[in-house]
């Protein structure tokens, strides 16, 4: 029989296993570990995801999903085009890419070349609601 304790540590290791990558504008790709993020975060990435996808596609996408769990997305516009979301703010790559380099800089405690070698990495910041 399993206590609560176990299955909770169980359920914490399962959804820490989940790692999501990007590129950034710049085409590097970026990996995290999504169970570092909080899930209430996860859920505001994907809202934004979401939200921002139909505006990028000029009014309607379909397939417009988002798993906060894994953080994977699909961001199709009706017409078919993919649009470059990484491109843009308020979408899952920009804050896959802006997590990213926290967990870069606290990697390199001490480390001042390696925390300004994190910070160099461009994430994509066009405005959605500009266009």
């Known amino acids: 029989m399993y206590t609560s304790a176990t299955l909770l540590a169980v359920a914490a290791f399962a959804t820490s296993a989940f790692a999501q990558s990007t590129e950034n504008t710049t085409g590097t ?7 570092s993020v909080d899930s209430v975060v996860r859920q505001s990435w994907c809202l934004a995801q979401t939200n921002s996808c139909p505006i990028l596609c000029g009014g309607q996408a379909s397939p417009n999903t988002c798993d906060p769990t894994t953080l994977q ?6 017409n078919g085009n993919m649009p470059n979301i ?4 308020q979408t899952v790559p920009s804050f896959i890419c802006t997590e990213y380099i926290k967990e870069c800089v606290a990697s390199h405690p001490n ?12 994430c994509g910041k066009a405005n959605v609601s500009a266009l």
């Open 29 to 35: 790709s970026l990996t995290i570990n999504t169970g």
């Open 73 to 78: 997305y699909s961001c199709t516009c009706t």
């Open 86 to 89: 990484s491109n843009y703010d």
């Open 111 to 122: 480390d001042l070349q390696g925390i300004t070698n994190c910070r160099s990495i461009v």
